[in-house]
């Protein structure tokens, strides 16, 4: 099967120029699939997307600080993370996913790695990880390791799904603003859900993925919700990237995602609190 090549080779300068200690959230990494072997349970074959061009990314777009999400194209073998944290020089942390019959002694071994939290995901077209109820049980396990509990759900099960995840007994961050169709504005039940759970505490939400919930080019309804997130919850958003965008529709230009951000926050004050001190402080970066 041919590999497909999921990201922009070439992004453009973004206009917009980021804080000092800037983070990107959330992206991801392939390979190179000659030393890390890919998940035997793929359908498709991922172009290599190694720490190497991730690293030359973020130069090229001003951040200074990334955590990794490990994917189901590597599946549970969270080595690929592990070596780019190792190369990252204290700026690169890890989400891991893990099976939950997973030893303690494992999960220590991660948090001790660099990784900060684990990954369950909800999506009909990546088969979900396990119920609600036992991840919320599982919960218990990261907690004395500081981990926090990362979510990835299709946008119509935010009000199933939020009960069961406030009884979380570590923090949880909702991915890519709960996969919300921003064409339907904010006014939609789904997003009105979200925006509940986000009155607790307890949840984070990643300002990621403008160009998956969008209808327009130029991601002008994703921006508008993150937009209002930003403003109405400025202490519980993120940001990311998704670099390099699997699973998409068609391939975005980091460039532009980033100057997105002038749209999203255009206060630098905002900007600031998003970009680097929401994420200094959840993910206990080394200041």
Known sequence: MPSTLTYNPRP??????????????????????????????????????????????????????????????????????????????????????????????????????????????????????????EIVAFTRRLAPLGMHLQVHFESSLVHALAAPLARSAVPVVIDHMGRVDASLGAGHADFAALRALLRNPLFRVKLSGIDRISAGADYANGIALAHLLAHEFPERCLWGSDWPHPNHHHVPDDGVLVDALAQIAPDAALREQILVRNPLDFYRFDA
């Open 12 to 133: 453009s300068a973004p206009r917009l120029r980021l804080p000092p200690g800037a983070c990107d959230a959330h992206v991801h990494i392939f390979g190179p699939a000659a030393r890390f072997p890919l998940s035997d349970a793929l359908n498709w074959t991922p172009a290599d997307a190694p720490k190497e061009a991730l690293f030359a990314l973020h130069e090229h777009l001003g951040i200074d600080r990334c955590v990794i999400v490990q994917s189901l194209v590597h599946g549970f073998d969270n080595r690929v993370i592990e070596d780019a944290i190792a190369a990252g020089g204290g700026r690169y942390l890890g989400v891991a996913l893990v099976p939950l019959a997973v030893a303690d002694a494992e999960l220590a071994r991660l948090a001790a790695a660099g990784f900060r939290g684990v990954r369950f995901n909800f999506m009909k077209h990546l088969g979900a990880s396990a119920s609600v109820d």
